[in-house]
């Protein structure tokens, strides 16, 4: 019988692990007796405290989002003025526990497994939701209202897109160099904004 008060931290181990192992895998295809060996436990008990792999899934996309909505919101308060504000969501995109690489795999991942899953689905749409927010909230105080959605919509793409570039880079991802990437799309769209005020 499980111990009381373990469940937390078996439940989290059993998370860390599936980010772990589906990341090393590159897919979905693992066992949850190889998730659970990983967390050093039993797949009977990672059955008792998940039902099913698909479950074990649904909580670790859930503490993914947890954990990145938990970056962006104390970013958020540090953060000085609207431009600031875009930079905190970027550089929580870009945070150490997010864009380590096997979570980076782990991601990619969830995504094609959202194409036929829709609860995962759901749990993207949420992050997307989310991220474009954050965004057009900061940059609405920056550009006119259709410029700063398209300013969104172009940042939140890269972001996304460096998540698969870095996947496939050798010697493994460059936050430092994701962000840079990140603040010239912003430094354009404000760039271009200006110059068309002028």
């Not at 469940?7 to 990341?23: V, Y």
């Not at 993207?124 to 474009?132: E, Q």
């Not at 010239?184 to 002028?198: I, K, W």
Request: aromatic fraction near 6%.
């Amino acid at each position: 019988m499980p111990r009381i008060g373990a469940e937390p931290l078996r439940r989290q181990s059993l998370i860390d692990a599936a980010i772990a192992t589906i990341g090393e895998q590159g897919s979905l295809d693992v066992s949850v007796k190889r998730i659970a060996g990983r967390a050093g436990m039993s797949p009977a008990l990672a059955f008792h405290y998940f039902g099913d792999k698909d479950e074990i899934i649904l909580a670790t996309m859930r503490h993914l989002l947890r954990e990145f909505s938990r970056q962006v919101t104390e970013g958020l308060k540090h953060a000085d003025g609207p431009r600031g504000r875009v930079e905190a969501v970027i550089e929580a995109s870009f945070g150490a526990d997010q864009f380590a690489r096997t979570t980076i795999a782990a991601w990619l991942v969830f995504y094609l497994h959202a194409y036929s899953s829709p609860p995962a689905a759901r749990l993207l749409g949420i992050y997307t939701r989310r991220l474009r927010s954050n965004l057009v909230d900061a940059l609405r105080q920056l550009l006119p209202v259709a410029e700063a959605a398209v300013a969104a919509e172009t940042l939140a793409a890269i972001i996304d897109g460096l998540y698969v570039r870095h996947a496939l880079r050798t010697g493994g991802p460059d936050a430092g160099k994701a962000i840079r990437i990140c603040r010239t799309c912003l430094d354009r769209h404000l760039g271009l904004a200006e110059g068309e005020r002028a």
